[in-house]
């Protein structure tokens, strides 16, 4: 095989993260490669899984073999067998990584698939309690230590993770110290609102969530393939935010959405806000960051409340089914996001149903 890059395709939340990101990379890394699919082999179409940016804030739940796993810092290739990188823009406290290694292993999946680059930072037990002092109340973090982490990052006076692995035998394995060949499957974290540059600063994150991002992973622009937007079919928001009001929680549709589908967060088990899917910012996500194609996800849970509503032009609009609201999604976003060339409306745990590379 050549150890040239083939191609990089890259999945990323077109919302406010939880739109079922894991789901879609768990599901992508799952898929055989052509020769092996020939004689019958395991080898994946992947050769590396990689994380461009974030760190334990995230929460992915994946379903792999009827089981569900939660997962914070590691990307959805180890559930496959696939070389599973942790890229340079990403921060990492590594206590929590060792505990993930362990539930990973526990769990019958090889954490020594996992690889992190040379200058991945550091997330440090004082980056946290500052998180914990300073900002959990006021901006609703997860206080995981992120924003300190990259301050000292920016800041220049961050620890990079070449620095631990030259003094730790146990981190020296799983020091990337290769290059990147293949194809390589990008997993986003979090998702466009909140981005540093993008979101409603600052109820944001500190890094850069959009899939111009995925190329501080190594490699050049043109290698994208494929991008993948991942959103709900309802919105929904972990974490303050003017744009997501604790009004809210008042109305009893959005209470009862928020019900069915289980609306809590990964990492910090807060209950999440939940609203009306706003049809104007996906396609103002999708026209800025990319996407051809969009993957639609938990339209089971809509079905299960009977309440088919979004916001189109400002205005609240009601259908009388789930075919309907997906046709009208369909007919806008066809017109109004010229890029796109394929929409999913998924409703499975592990499977995109319809998509095959
Ligand atoms: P931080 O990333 O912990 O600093 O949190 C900043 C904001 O991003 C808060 O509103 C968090 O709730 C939100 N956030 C961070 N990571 C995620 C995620 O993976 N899913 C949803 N919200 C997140």
């Not at 035998?169 to 540093?196: M, P, T, V």
């Not at 609009?317 to 609201?325: A, N, R, V, Y």
Request: aromatic letters at 12%; charged letters at 25%.
């Amino acid at each position: 095989m050549s150890r040239e890059i083939i191609s990089v395709d890259v999945v990323y939340g077109a919302d406010y993260g939880d739109g079922g990101k894991g789901k879609v990379s768990s599901y992508l890394s799952s898929f055989k490669s052509k020769a092996a699919k020939i004689f019958g082999a395991d080898d994946k179409h992947y050769n590396f899984v990689a994380r461009w940016g974030g760190g334990q804030n995230a929460g992915h739940t994946v379903f792999v073999g009827g089981k569900k796993y939660k997962t914070h810092m590691v990307p959805s290739g180890v559930f496959h067998g696939v070389t599973s990188l942790i890229g340079p823009g990403c921060v990492v406290n590594l206590e929590l990584l060792k505990e993930e290694f362990s539930y990973l292993r526990e769990s019958g999946f090889d954490p020594n698939l996992i690889k992190i680059s040379p200058s991945t930072h550091i997330v440090t037990a004082e980056h946290i309690d500052e998180d914990r002092k300073n900002l959990a109340k006021k901006l609703g973090t997860t206080s995981k230590g992120i924003a300190p982490a990259y301050s000292d990052k920016y800041a220049r006076t961050g620890i990079q993770f070449k620095d631990v692995a030259a003094l730790d035998s146990f981190w020296k394995k799983h020091l990337f110290d290769g290059r990147l060949y293949g194809n390589i499957l990008c997993e986003g974290a979090q998702g466009f609102f909140l981005d540093i540059n993008w979101g409603n600063y600052p109820y944001v994150t500190s890094s850069e969530t959009l899939p111009y991002a995925a190329c501080s992973i190594g490699f050049s622009p043109k290698k994208i393939k494929n991008i993948y937007a991942v959103a709900k079919i309802y919105d929904t928001r972990s974490g303050e935010d003017p744009d997501f009001p604790e009004t809210l929680f008042d109305n009893p549709e959005l209470l009862s959405i928020a019900d069915a589908g289980q609306e809590y967060g990964t990492t910090t088990g807060r209950r999440r806000k939940v609203n009306y899917l706003n049809l104007d910012r996906l396609i103002f996500a999708l026209n800025t960051a990319g996407g051809n194609h969009l993957i639609i996800s938990k339209c089971d849970i809509l079905e299960a409340v009977n309440i088919y509503k979004l916001f189109y032009k400002n205005d609240l609009l009601t259908f009388e089914s789930i075919d309907l609201m997906k046709n009208f999604i369909l007919a806008r976003l066809s017109v109004e996001c010229p890029e796109l060339e394929r929409i999913y409306y998924s409703s499975s745990t592990d499977v995109v149903e319809g998509l095959t590379i």
